[in-house]
């Protein structure tokens, strides 16, 4: 079972930068396409972005060109650069994996979620 462990969310003022970081810890065959989710005080949970293992990249239309994500699969981590913040980028943010178990079983692991908050 693999778990995903987020990392460096926090208060930043709009117009500034943070760098969020999802490590995956456990054990499966393989761990596919990772991303990120947000999910702001009374709405849906959304996609922000998401990498395949060979790079392929996939953006919601509002975080173009001031987000980017990345993933170094050696160490089985995904991180999400975000600058030029706006107060609408407020959410709590998922790391999410798609993996394959060593059973060879298609699930979807989730981290526990890490709060990205405007605090101008």
């Known amino acids: 079972q693999v778990q995903l462990v987020e990392s460096g969310g926090g208060l930043v003022q709009a117009g500034g930068s943070l760098r969020l970081s999802c490590a995956a810890s456990?054990?499966?065959?393989?761990?596919?396409?990772m991303g990120w989710y947000r999910q702001a005080p009374g709405k849906q949970r959304e996609l922000v972005a998401t990498?395949?293992?060979?790079?392929?990249?996939n953006y919601a239309d509002s975080v173009k060109g001031r987000f980017t994500i990345s993933r170094d699969n050696a160490k089985e981590t995904v991180y999400l650069q975000m600058s030029s913040l706006k107060p609408e980028d407020t959410a709590v943010y998922y790391c999410n994996a798609d993996v394959i178990s060593i059973v060879r079983t298609p699930t979807r692991a989730w981290g526990q979620g890490t709060q990205v908050t405007d605090s101008s």
């Open positions: 990498i395949s293992t060979g790079g392929k990249t």
């Open positions: 456990g054990i499966a065959f393989s761990i596919n396409d």
